[in-house]
């Protein structure tokens, strides 16, 4: 069973000249999956709450490319913990089956979001007592 433990926050290196900065993710190299899936949310506002799910396959890397949001992960022991993505070399890696709550996002905010997963509804868990309950192991 993953745990709140499981998730690592990771800091890319930043390629910075007098041009500027890149920041390079590489699946299976500095993120600890291969990525098949690439999504961004952008235009939510500081009321909004995203996410609100868990997923029994997909694992996330998640970066605020631009502004801030902040991510509330539980693990099916309960246990929570908030995270605060507020740099563009700053990411968050989430196993699969943590609920995560989506929130607080600037206005500027442009979340990307990389899974190691093609989407699939079936896959994701919106009923928070049942992901309480579900496969434990
Ligand atoms: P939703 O899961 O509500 O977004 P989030 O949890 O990231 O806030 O998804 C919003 C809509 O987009 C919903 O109709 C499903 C669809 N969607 C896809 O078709 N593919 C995807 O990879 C994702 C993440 C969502």
Redesign the pocket.
């Known amino acids: 069973m993953n745990t709140i433990n499981d998730i690592k926050m990771i800091e890319f290196s930043q390629l910075g000249d007098d041009r500027g900065q890149l920041v390079v993710i590489e699946g299976g190299v500095n993120i600890p999956f291969e990525i098949k899936?690439i999504?961004y949310?952008y235009g939510a506002d500081s009321n909004t709450v995203?996410?609100q799910?868990a997923n029994r396959q997909s694992e996330f890397c998640m970066i605020n490319v631009s502004g801030k949001s902040k991510i509330k992960a539980i693990d099916q022991q309960g246990n929570e913990k908030i995270f605060n993505l507020d740099r563009p070399y700053i990411g968050i890696y989430l196993p699969a089956m943590i609920w995560k709550n989506?929130y607080d996002f600037s206005p500027d905010s442009v979340l990307l979001v990389l899974s190691n997963e093609h989407?699939d509804?079936n896959e994701?868990i919106r009923n928070y007592d049942y992901f309480l309950g579900v496969d434990k192991k």
């Open positions: 899936r999504f949310i995203r996410g799910h989506m989407y509804k994701y």
